[in-house]
């Protein structure tokens, strides 16, 4: 089967950092696009970043650029979030999704999502 799997949740202080992994099993991620979404309490889904196949091509929501950036490591079939200087607003469930086409933000257009990963920021 082909999955998504999250990682790299967790509790975090204002300002701290984590990154998140997306790790793929059943396919390869090297022919898919990937986007990051959230979702937080009360709100909708909010699209965080994208990459393209080849990583050279990446996008950010303007809440996060700056403190935010996407990779892939197409080898270990993993897509990474590093998330720097973290604010209480970016307290979500945190998910990735593959697409084969051109990277977007449009959560309806990914094919494939992984079940998220909570990340909290909190003093």
């Known amino acids: 089967q082909e999955q998504l799997v999250e990682s790299g949740g967790g509790l975090v202080q204002p300002g701290g950092s984590l990154r998140l992994s997306c790790a793929a099993s059943g396919f390869s991620l090297d022919s898919w696009n990937i986007g990051w979404f959230r979702r937080a309490p009360g709100k909708g889904r909010e699209g965080v970043s994208c990459?393209?196949?080849?990583?050279?091509?990446?996008y950010y929501a303007d809440s996060v650029k700056g403190r935010f950036t996407i990779s892939r490591d197409n080898a270990k079939n993993t897509v990474y979030l590093q998330m720097n200087s973290l604010k209480s607003e970016d307290a979500a469930v945190y998910s990735c999704?593959?697409?084969?086409?051109?990277?977007?933000?449009?959560?309806?257009?990914?094919?494939?999502w992984g079940q998220g990963t909570q990340v909290t920021v909190s003093s």
């Open positions: 990459i393209n196949e080849s990583g050279r091509e990446t």
């Open positions: 999704a593959a697409r084969s086409g051109p990277p977007v933000s449009i959560p309806r257009l990914y094919n494939y």
